[in-house]
């Protein structure tokens, strides 16, 4: 079920996560400071996680991997939004973890760490951005997707705001270098930081 948001903190929210909101609504574009911050920082010497062929043997291809690009900053970031009252709601409303389970909320981590800003900046916006990515990657469920932003948007305010959330995950991606994929062990690698945080007991058992 989702939570009625004031559309006013909606709207800053989204303006802080890099979008002039009105802007877009009245068909004018305009770049705030936040836009160019989250373009520029894919950066001098940003660590990456990728898989890439080394060489063919046969039918057989042999992988490196790349370091992870997750920060301990980015870890703080994730743990503190976690006490945000609507991801908080968010998290208990996913009684089913379709869209929030430990995997999902462990590549929040490492997409945080590809885009790269100060952690400190990260807010409710990109958390759900990041989700919304993750599950777009892992699971493709359009119901699901649907329900992050319906949820963080409200479901009063939901069909006039979707398309500049929408737009907003364009920009998070491009400033991921387009680099969605993370590997399950990475997710475990990214909760043993800090196994004993409840947000880590998040196990998928079953599909209901």
């Known amino acids: 079920m989702a939570i009625l948001i004031p559309s006013d903190v909606t709207c800053n929210m989204l303006k802080e996560a890099g979008f002039n909101l009105q802007g877009e609504l009245q068909g004018k574009t305009q770049d705030l400071p936040a836009v160019s911050e989250l373009k520029s920082w894919k950066k001098r010497g940003q660590r990456r996680n990728m898989w890439t062929v080394n060489h063919v043997e046969g039918t057989k291809l042999r992988m490196n991997k790349r370091r992870s ?23 208990e409303a996913d009684i089913f973890l379709k869209v929030s389970d430990k995997y999902l909320l462990s590549m929040v981590v490492e997409y945080f760490g590809r885009v790269g800003l100060p952690g400190h900046l990260y ?15 892992e699971e493709d469920n359009p119901t699901s997707k649907r329900s992050i932003y319906q949820f963080l948007l409200g479901r009063e305010h939901w069909p006039d705001l979707y398309k500049e959330f929408l737009k907003l995950k364009v920009e998070f991606f491009h400033a991921m270098g387009h680099r969605a ?28």
């Open 123 to 137: 807010n409710r916006i990109h958390f759900f951005l990041a989700l919304y990515i993750a599950s777009d990657m």
């Open 69 to 91: 690009s997750y920060r301990p900053e980015d870890q703080e970031a994730f743990y503190q939004l976690l006490e945000d009252p609507v991801i908080q709601s968010f998290l």
């Open 181 to 208: 994929w993370v590997t399950p062990d990475l997710c475990e690698e990214i909760q043993a930081q800090n196994p004993h945080h409840w947000v880590w007991s998040r196990a998928r058992q079953c599909a209901p």
